[in-house]
């Protein structure tokens, strides 16, 4: 059973830094690695999406790196600011099984705080 | 990119009463959408997938008879909590896969259910 931990849980910087958020996951059998943004009493935004054959994916300030061999994956975000305050998750989609669909893993989530 | 609404937002009932969520892919069709529930400060829980055309499969622990789940097109999921108690009361996510490529997955807005 696949099993995704996210580090730190809580995080709090001022603006300006650069910032990594840690997800790491038990199966490395995975299709795709996925990295959403919550902000509070809303849904989830999909932030990034790294296929299982790619290295990392960039988008803006963010850029997230698949490991799969050693089953982590990180979300760098670059000259953070306030509006990046957020709860960020990472979500584990596993390959396809006999049912022919699949389910997320998520893992709890970090919660950022960007302080002006 | 792929679009999925959740209806309500937020909705009040009175325990005893039902509610109906409402979750429907705008821009693609979805054969397959999951509703997850999220309590505070808490990561997304797999309620259910919901599959067009045939019976809901539900995870362990979720009560079929009380979170009733219709997916009778392929844009539209149904998410029904009969005879809601105030322990009902959370926040309740739906998501699609655009199949027609890997975009990873979609999610609605959420919606807040309070039972009172």
């Known amino acids: 059973k696949q099993e995704v931990t996210q580090i730190p849980a809580a995080l709090s910087v001022p603006e300006g830094e650069n910032l990594v958020l840690n997800c790491s996951f038990t199966?490395?059998?995975?299709?795709?690695l996925q990295w959403f943004r919550q902000d509070p009493g809303k849904g989830l935004t999909s932030l990034l999406l790294i296929q299982s054959s790619q290295r990392e994916q960039t988008s803006g300030r963010l850029n997230a790196s698949l490991d799969k061999s050693s089953g982590r994956s990180t979300l760098y975000i670059a000259a953070s600011q306030p509006g990046d305050s957020a709860t960020y998750l990472c979500?584990?989609?596993?390959?396809?099984?006999?049912?022919?669909?699949?389910?997320?893993?998520f893992g709890k989530g970090t919660m950022l705080l960007v302080s002006p | 990119g792929a679009v999925v609404s959740q209806h309500p937002s937020r909705v009040i009932c009175k325990s005893g009463t039902s509610v109906k969520i409402e979750c429907r892919s705008l821009d693609f069709q979805a054969t397959t959408m999951f509703w997850y529930r999220q309590f505070p400060k808490q990561s997304l829980m797999l309620m259910a997938t919901s599959n067009e055309g045939s019976k809901a499969t539900y995870e362990q622990g979720v009560e079929k008879d009380k979170f009733l789940i219709n997916h009778a097109s392929l844009t539209l999921s149904t998410l029904t909590v009969t005879s809601a108690h105030p322990e009902d009361s959370s926040f309740y996510i739906c998501?699609?896969?655009?199949?027609?490529?890997?975009?990873?997955?979609?999610f609605g807005s959420g919606t807040r259910l309070t039972v009172v």
């Open positions: 199966d490395s059998a995975i299709y795709n």
């Open positions: 998501s699609a896969r655009d199949a027609r490529g890997n975009y990873g997955y979609t």
């Open positions: 979500a584990a989609e596993p390959l396809y099984d006999f049912s022919g669909y699949s389910t997320l893993t």
